[in-house]
């Protein structure tokens, strides 16, 4: 009997799909590309002779080549990318934003890759946070 409760919360996890992604953003993602908004702030993200460079550009491409996910970019000023972000119309957005950023109450935030800099993504979107913050332990464990 003492056993019956740790059962149940077993049971309980069993059944539920973690990490949840309400709005199946990373589903969405897997079949038409990863939509990533983009704020210009180099050296994360900048654009040279009409392409887009920079730190975090690289490492988007980089999550999204091991995924096998297609890319969409937008680029844009922040607030336009942050309204995209919460109407579900990006899934995730560079720039340069630090943990400390002001978009923090308006959107998700990944582990700070470099102690600092973190993605943004939309709240709630635990799945695709998951696998992103999954690549940035992986690729920086490496370094």
Known sequence: MRYFPLLFLLLFFIRCDFPQDPNHSFEEAKQSGLKVGVAI???????????LKGSEIELIKNFAEKKNLDLDFTIATESELIEQLEKH???VVVGGFDKKTIWNKKSGLSVPYDGKHVFLVGKGENKLLF?????????FKKQ
């Open 89 to 91: 119309q990006l899934h």
């Open 41 to 51: 702030n180099p050296p994360f993200t900048f654009l040279k002779n009409g392409n």
């Open 131 to 139: 696998e992103l913050e999954n690549f940035l332990f992986e690729t």
